[in-house]
């Protein structure tokens, strides 16, 4: 990539993102560039055109221009999904975690040892996450190494960024064949590892993914912290979702001093890490996070859905420790970001509800969790999360009136209300175009249908 890669496309329009310094940034009548390389090469005013098509050589009469009731927003961030459970999303909620997990999801999960009905839930659930506006998610696959990176390829495909996990268990199942040995666990993580990156898969990052401690033993969760380490991976599991859990982790590990405490021993607290939950997590806790610079997912639906608890964001922002929103399909139901996006504005709103001295999130903030937000949450916000010079243009393309689409239009809202009516009311037929590394990856081609 050199600073001077040729400009593929220029769009003029209204742009909003979010910044480090400003919680939403509105830019009207922007001109924003994309280089060849999928990059963001400048964003400036549309007054300015003249001098920047000199400055970056591309003909005025390039510039596509979006139309009255556009805007472009960055992709958003799904930090925690369930791929293979999305056979079943919007069933079996009726149980708490821990039974939930037994009586549903390992048995349901057990199957993607059958690559053909791997193939055909990783690509529903693909197209379906893309639609709804999600350019990157951090998948939990299964136990199966091969689907698990068919999973990665189908995302590379269809053009999605994405981190793609093995899930690693060596322990407490109900279901007999769906567990590995601690030793097979690791065998096949390394596997994974290796095939995942002699296969090429450009937007795809493998990520470790021990699936929480109650299914691991502290082995195995020695040997995970030790492969993510010599490999500089990302690591990715489940912490202080719901009561009986944390007290299962205190008897499976008498030795630590907390839920966190026992992925901190075992090396899996890092700057790549993100824990989905953390509902009961203490101020010490959150101070190890802050210092480890591991970060947390935020998944409302879930939480409400298993009657699990309910995150207090504003406590974990004060403690400076980065968060992300997930919709944790199948846990929660929906596979979009703007339930993700609604959920996590009630969950607050109920806080408050209990608290009025509890600081409501405002959603200005739950937009930059659910794109920067959630690429810091990622580690990966040096390529994604907003426009900003350099990172990758990953977009939607936002028609707040689209035909179809449920928003009616009254008066002459501004940038900021379209973006707040889109938040709340709006969904896949209001985003009608989907970027990624700069390549439009929707709608999808008449044969990818
Ligand atoms: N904890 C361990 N596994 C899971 C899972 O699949 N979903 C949720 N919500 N929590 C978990
Ligand atoms: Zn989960």
Not at 250 to 259: A, G, I
């Amino acid at each position: 990539q050199t600073a001077t890669a040729a400009i593929q496309r220029v769009y003029r329009g209204t742009f909003i993102h979010s910044t480090q310094r400003k919680v939403v940034e509105v830019l009207e009548d922007a001109l924003l560039g994309v280089d060849t390389q999928g990059k963001i090469s400048f964003i400036g005013s549309g007054q300015d055109l003249s001098q920047l098509s000199q400055t970056f050589g591309f003909s005025p009469c390039v510039v596509t221009e979006l139309k009255e009731h556009e805007f472009f927003m960055p992709g958003m961030v799904d930090t925690h999904i369930h791929a293979s459970q999305y056979s079943y999303a919007g069933t079996a909620l009726d149980m708490p975690l821990l039974q939930w997990l037994n009586t549903y999801t390992f048995p349901v999960e057990s199957g993607f040892g059958d690559m053909e009905f791997a193939k055909k839930v990783y690509t529903q659930l693909v197209k379906r996450t893309l639609r709804n506006g999600t350019t990157t998610a951090c998948y939990f696959a299964t136990i199966h190494t091969d689907a698990s990176l068919l999973l990665a390829q189908i995302a590379n495909d269809f053009g999605q960024r994405a981190l793609v996990g093995k899930v690693c268990m060596d322990r407490n199942n109900s279901v007999k064949h769906y567990k590995e040995t601690t030793h097979e666990s690791q065998e096949e993580t390394n596997r994974f590892i290796a095939e995942f990156f002699a296969r090429k898969y450009p937007l795809v990052k493998p990520v470790v993914t021990p699936r929480f401690a109650p299914s691991c033993t502290g082995a195995l969760l020695g040997q995970l912290g030790a492969i993510a380490k010599n490999n500089h991976l990302h690591i990715q599991s489940h912490i202080s979702e719901n009561p009986e859990e944390v007290k299962l982790v205190k008897e499976l590990f008498p030795d630590s001093e907390s839920y966190t405490d026992v992925y901190h021993k075992y090396n899996l607290l890092t700057d790549m890490t993100v824990m989905a939950h953390g509902c009961y997590l203490s101020d010490k806790e959150l101070e190890l996070f802050r210092q480890t610079g591991a970060s947390l997912s935020h998944c409302p639906n879930s939480n409400i859905s298993l009657c699990s608890g309910l995150l207090d964001v504003r406590n974990v922002l004060n403690h400076k420790v980065k968060l992300g929103l997930g919709t944790d399909v199948a846990g929660g139901y929906s596979a979009s970001m703007l339930d993700a996006v609604r959920r996590t504005l009630d969950t607050s709103k109920v806080l408050t509800i209990q608290d009025p001295d509890h600081k409501t999130l405002n959603f200005e903030e739950v937009f930059m969790l659910a794109t920067l937000g959630g690429s810091q949450a990622l580690s990966l916000d040096d390529q994604t999360g907003n426009f900003e010079v350099g990172k990758d243009f990953d977009a939607l393309r936002v028609n707040v009136a689209a035909p179809g689409a449920p928003i009616d239009l009254f008066q002459n809202d501004g940038p900021k209300v379209l973006l707040e009516r889109f938040l709340n009311l709006g969904d896949d037929r209001n985003i009608v175009e989907v970027f990624v590394a700069g390549r439009s990856v929707l709608p999808l081609a008449e044969s990818a249908r």
